[in-house]
């Protein structure tokens, strides 16, 4: 039903910034899109949120004011701005959606479909 494309990630000095793409095509209404990461080791860990429709977004402590979150929808596609990278931000990052409503929007568990995940890289 949903089908998840992440791009944009790479290697980047800290201090940088990279923009991660989520392009998305469901045969039904996309309720909550979100962005996951999960460094070796740890846990996946929320990043940000949107609800489409409201425009209504969430952080998670840890990039708040340096991560941006948006869509495009004519281009099917969300984005993730991360500006002011630091070594920390390294892991895969993932591009989630859920077709219902989410209790928690930076809770992985509240979402169905999930893309491949894309590798960003921060050195110091």
């Known amino acids: 039903q949903v089908q998840l494309v992440e791009s944009g990630g790479g290697s980047v000095q800290a201090g940088g910034s990279l923009r991660l793409s989520c392009s998305y095509t469901s045969t039904r209404n996309i309720i909550w899109m979100a962005w996951f990461r999960q460094a070796p080791g740890k846990e996946r860990e929320g990043v940000a949120s949107?609800?489409?429709?409201?425009?209504?977004?969430y952080y998670a402590d840890s990039v708040k004011g340096r991560f941006t979150i948006s869509q495009d929808s004519a281009k099917n596609t969300v984005y993730l701005q991360m500006n002011s990278l630091e070594p920390e931000d390294t892991a895969t990052y993932f591009c989630?959606?859920?077709?219902?409503?989410?209790?928690?929007?930076?809770?992985?568990?509240?979402?169905?479909?999930w893309g491949q995940g894309t590798q960003v890289t921060v050195s110091s």
């Open positions: 949107i609800r489409p429709i409201a425009r209504i977004t």
């Open positions: 989630a959606a859920a077709l219902r409503w989410v209790s928690e929007p930076l809770r992985g568990a509240d979402y169905n479909y």
